[in-house]
């Protein structure tokens, strides 16, 4: 099991709580440029899970509520989603949004993945966009989304590639561990890339006691004015990157951030605007 690499689950999750309570004003901030960019995604998985019109959906780690929203609108009035996610503040944009957007068939619940509590067959489709991967016990929560869904019924979920086809998450990343003499964490330290191959990702639902499971490879592009904004926006919306950065002296974290400036400055087009393609990978099994 994934658990064992020495990491302490509920302390794990209490950090991951209070780190992404800080990110839901980033992901306010920035949710169009994501959405642009990871739209694809939410739509493939909804596909993948076997969403349709009356189904009754569950969504873990939902975060700013995708693919939740986009679910909802497939599910239709007569289905419904329960969108849960570890982070209140994320999850009271996500309420926002899915106002804002006239979906009265979703309802957010504040809760981490291995502490959901739902009767046996309560579902009949399962998602995690970029969600699952996080959980200390990544295998043990599938299982237990397993058993709140119908027999045969589809969970899709989402991871990404391997840090060299990663670039958005690696260039920072990588940048800072440089600078600041920090280890790369063991293989499989639950975050967004500790599922970044086919086997790893389809294990997660596989050791959770899905069937049939299949991955597919698709992309995210995203694109910003200049480095600058790049720098910015990760600051604002990627805790994983934070976490590597915050606990060092205040001159040391604006070094390092002005750094990761210049390493993505390289990948700048003529006109300054930077874009970077970055590999995702889609699981889907049968419970």
Same mark, same amino acid.
């Given at each position: 099991?994934?658990?064992?690499?020495?990491?302490?689950?509920?302390?794990?999750?209490?950090?991951?709580?209070?780190?992404?309570?800080?990110?839901?004003? #980033?992901?306010?901030?920035? *949710?169009?440029? $994501? @959405?642009? !960019? /990871? %739209?694809?995604?939410?739509?493939? &998985?909804?596909?993948?899970? #076997?969403?349709?019109?009356? *189904?009754?959906? $569950? @969504?873990? !780690? /939902? %975060?700013?509520?995708?693919?939740? &929203?986009?679910?909802?609108?497939?599910?239709?009035?007569?289905?419904?989603?329960?969108?849960?996610?570890?982070?209140?503040?994320?999850?009271?944009?996500?309420?926002?949004?899915?106002?804002?957007?006239?979906?009265?068939?979703?309802?957010?619940?504040?809760?981490?993945?291995?502490?959901?509590?739902?009767?046996?067959?309560?579902?009949?489709?399962?998602?995690?966009?970029?969600?699952?991967?996080?959980?200390?016990?990544?295998?043990?929560?599938?299982?237990?989304?397993?058993?709140?869904?119908?027999?045969?019924?589809?969970?899709?979920?989402?991871?990404?590639?391997?840090?060299?086809?990663?670039?958005?998450?690696?260039?920072?990343?990588?940048?800072?561990?440089?600078?600041?003499?920090?280890?790369?964490?063991?293989?499989?330290?639950?975050?967004?890339?500790?599922?970044?191959?086919?086997?790893?990702?389809?294990?997660?639902?596989?050791?959770?006691?899905?069937?049939?499971?299949?991955?597919?490879?698709?992309?995210?592009?995203?694109?910003?004015?200049?480095?600058?904004?790049?720098?910015?926006?990760?600051?604002?919306?990627?805790?994983?990157?934070?976490?590597?950065?915050?606990?060092?002296?205040?001159?040391?974290?604006?070094?390092?951030?002005?750094?990761?400036?210049?390493?993505?400055?390289?990948?700048?087009?003529?006109?300054?605007?930077?874009?970077?393609?970055?590999?995702?990978?889609?699981?889907?099994?049968?419970?």
């Amino acid at each position: 099991m994934m658990e064992s690499k020495g990491i302490d689950a509920v302390e794990f999750r209490g950090t991951q709580r209070q780190q992404w309570n800080t990110a839901a004003t #980033g992901w306010r901030k920035w *949710s169009d440029l $994501l @959405d642009r !960019a /990871a %739209g694809d995604i939410s739509e493939r &998985l909804v596909e993948l899970a #076997g969403v349709e019109p009356g *189904s009754r959906v $569950l @969504d873990v !780690a /939902a %975060g700013y509520g995708e693919p939740s &929203l986009t679910a909802a609108r497939k599910a239709g009035p007569e289905g419904s989603v329960v969108a849960t996610d570890i982070s209140a503040e994320m999850l009271a944009y996500g309420r926002e949004r899915a106002a804002a957007a006239g979906l009265e068939n979703i309802e957010f619940l504040e809760s981490d993945a291995a502490s959901l509590e739902f009767p046996e067959r309560s579902f009949d489709a399962g998602l995690s966009r970029w969600g699952i991967i996080f959980e200390p016990d990544g295998e043990g929560a599938a299982a237990r989304v397993r058993a709140f869904l119908n027999s045969g019924a589809r969970m899709a979920i989402s991871s990404w590639g391997p840090p060299e086809r990663v670039p958005f998450l690696a260039i920072p990343m990588q940048t800072a561990m440089k600078r600041l003499d920090v280890p790369p964490p063991p293989p499989g330290t639950p975050g967004p890339l500790s599922r970044p191959t086919p086997e790893a990702l389809a294990g997660l639902l596989e050791g959770g006691g899905f069937s049939d499971v299949e991955v597919e490879e698709a992309t995210v592009g995203f694109q910003w004015s200049s480095a600058e904004e790049f720098t910015t926006w990760i600051h604002e919306i990627a805790p994983p990157v934070n976490a590597i950065i915050d606990p060092h002296p205040p001159e040391v974290r604006e070094e390092t951030w002005a750094a990761i400036t210049e390493a993505v400055r390289e990948k700048a087009g003529d006109d300054g605007t930077v874009t970077l393609s970055n590999l995702v990978l889609l699981a889907a099994g049968r419970a």
